[in-house]
């Protein structure tokens, strides 16, 4: 008959709209979590950025740092070589007696051996060293057991000197472009991290606006077929 036609319309109506809400219910709840995954990923990509940042803030002052003791040890050893340099120079090319030939050494190296024994991350052989106390010695020119001029032994000495100072500082100067270009490329990789992460944070941040507006559109739906 027609009431219960009706009726059975009515049933059907009810139930279809009961399984609609609930299946609005349930996408709500997906976006919900959807969402909130998205947030705490989100959080922890911006977290990783800052760490790296941080990090590379660290390493930047670190490496400033390091570079400026480079340069001021750099400058010292050169003026250093630059000095024995001249003094052997002066010595090789002298006339002087034997007295003239100490006063002017004395004169000529005394400021070159000085900057070298300062000098760090440098080493002299005993030998050397030895030679070096002995030619700094104060003594009068003429005072033979003070000082015992061997020009060409002393000569030959500084030069082996200078050839250990000269290749001591070419290693130190490949140590520091290996230590620079180390250094770039940790940098360039930490920074190529950051771009990486902040294009997910951008693309998290866009998928969680859309379904945000998925999830408001399926709660207002879900209000309107409660009423």
């Known amino acids: 008959c027609f009431c219960k036609s009706t009726a059975d319309d009515k049933l059907h109506t009810i139930t279809k709209g009961h399984e609609h809400v609930e299946l609005l219910t349930a996408a709500i709840e997906a976006l919900e979590t959807d969402i909130a995954a998205l947030a705490a990923e989100t959080a922890a990509t911006r977290e990783e950025i ?25 400058t010292d050893l050169q003026g250093a070589i ?31 051996l000085k900057k070298l024994a300062a000098a760090r991350d440098v080493q002299a052989s005993p ?4 030679s070096i106390y002995a030619l700094m010695q104060e003594g009068n020119p003429g005072d033979a057991h003070a000082f015992e001029f061997q020009s060409n032994k002393h000569i030959a000495v500084l030069k082996e000197l200078l050839k250990t100072y000269k290749k001591n500082q070419f290693e130190r100067q490949t140590d520091e472009e290996n230590t620079k270009h180390a250094f770039n490329m940790a940098q360039q990789s930490r920074a190529n991290q950051v771009k990486a992460f902040e294009a997910l944070v951008a693309k998290n941040e866009e998928i969680q606006a859309n379904k945000e507006e998925e999830k408001s559109a399926a709660e207002a739906e879900d209000r309107k077929s409660t009423r």
């Open 50 to 74: 800052a760490s790296i940042k941080s990090t590379m803030e660290a390493e930047a002052e670190k490496r400033a740092s390091e570079f400026a003791l480079f340069q001021s040890d750099d």
């Open 82 to 112: 630059d000095e024995l340099d001249r003094a052997v120079k002066k010595l090789e090319s002298s006339k002087m007696g034997m007295v003239g030939a100490k006063t002017l050494f004395q004169k000529s190296a005394k400021t070159a």
């Open 127 to 130: 030998q050397q060293l030895k």
